[in-house]
Each structure stands twice: as C-alpha cells, then as structure tokens.
C-alpha cells in the first residue's frame, strides 16, 4: 500500500477555487500538497524539492499546460495527470498521450481522481522497487503473447528482451483486459468501465488514447496493429495467441 504520509503532490492550476478543492480532498487523504497557479511557480517548486505525482490543468490562464507537461517531462519521469475540460478537442484530447500518464476530465469524480492517483503512485513506487527473486517469481501468474509476458500478478509487462515496459494504470488494465480475454469484441462502453472503476461522467475518446498508447508500447507497426484492431461500428479485439506461462 502506498504510503501517502511520504508523498508530496504538485498541484498546478490557475483557477483558486480548484486548487483549494484539491489541496483539501488530496491533504485529506493524507498526502502533502503544494499547490500553484502557474507555469513559473511550479518550476519554481520543483527546482527547491522533489514530488511524487503533478495534477495540471491543460487550460492555464496564457499558458498551455500541455506545453508545460512536455517540458517536466524533457527532465523527468515523474507522473503526471492532466486535467482536461469537456470543449477540449478531441486532437488535443490524443496529444496528451506525448507528455501526460493520465487525464481526467473536469468536473471529476473525487472518489475517481484519488483512487487514480493512488494507482499512478503505487504503479510508480512498484517500477522502482527491485524485481522480485527468480525462485518466487514461479509462483507468479502469467500470460504470454508474440514472445511479451504479462505477470499478472506483480502488475508488469515483460518485452522479449526481458526488460519490463512501463505502462500507467489504465494502460494495464485495459490490455490485461484484452489478453485475459483474446479474439472477442469489446465495445467503447465495456473497455471505460473497466478502466474507470468508478461512475463518473468520463470522455469515451479516453479509450482512444490508451490504445493509441498501448499500440505504440506492443506492436511491430503501430500504424498497421496486429494485435489491437479496431472493429469499427463496434470497438475493439485482441487477436493476438495467448498461453499460460
């Protein structure tokens, strides 16, 4: 379990009424917030002392938050959740897959933003921790496909090198999804409720990203997927051969 006495969140957003709603709901649940309303504040706050986790608004007043996602992430692999509106288009929706982990879309679910910062954090703390001993690795549940490894059971996807690729939180739960369950058609309603978790009024172009992402992490040809096709009119299949290991 996380523990989220020891992690620090930046929160960046211009608009005072969403950074106190939550500097107070994240304080709540036990972590210590800094919370800023601009570009230059939040260098400033990250050049001074380390966080865990940023929560930035795409929309700041004469700034472009994505602009500022991709330069933290020029220097940094901390991660990172973009809060997006319901006007923001559906490009600009896609483009942040080149800088943020997550995005979430404004007015939020409370009980979804924290259960999504949790699972980024502890996804985090998990890719830093050392790999588990080969001896109780055996014990593991796995599944394999063209030569990947999906443990299940430490939560990681293993490349035919043997290195392990990062993935965020709704990127493993949806292809988790799809290997447990290969060669069968899911749809757009489906696939979002498996990766929410919680009721909330959510953008259905957010399982557009995560393929996007999962395409670009797992096929040989991103731009011609084997693995993830699109079943138009209907949503999406895993046709890939899937054993237990």
Known sequence: MTNAVQQKILVVDDEIDMRELLQDLLEDSGFSVLAVADGSSMRQALNTAPCSLIILDLRLKGED??????????????PI????????????????????????????????L??????????????????????????HERLS??????????????GSDGEPVSLTYGEYELLEMFVRSPNRVFSRDQLLEA???????????????????????????????????????????????????
Not at 68 to 73: D, I, K, P, T
Not at 82 to 106: H, Q
Not at 147 to 158: K, P
């Open 114 to 139: 924290l259960a999504r910062v949790r699972a980024m954090l502890r996804r985090t703390t998990q890719l830093s921790t050392p790999m588990v001993r080969k001896e109780d690795a055996y014990s």
């Open 65 to 78: 938050g994505m602009q500022l996602a991709r330069e933290v992430r020029e220097h940094s692999s901390i």
């Open 145 to 158: 496909f063209n030569g990947w490894v999906m443990d299940l059971t430490s939560r990681e996807l293993i």
């Open 195 to 245: 990766t929410r978790g919680f009721d909330s009024d959510v953008y259905d172009r957010t399982i557009d990203v995560l393929i996007l992402r999962l395409r670009r992490k797992i096929e040989p040809n991103p731009k011609q997927p084997s693995y993830i096709r699109t079943e138009r009119g209907v949503g999406y299949i895993f046709s890939a051969s899937v054993i237990q290991c």
């Open 81 to 112: 959740m973009m809060l997006t509106g319901k006007g923001d288009e559906t490009d600009r929706i896609l483009g942040l897959e080149l800088a943020a982990d997550d995005f979430l879309m404004k007015p939020f679910n409370n009980r979804e």
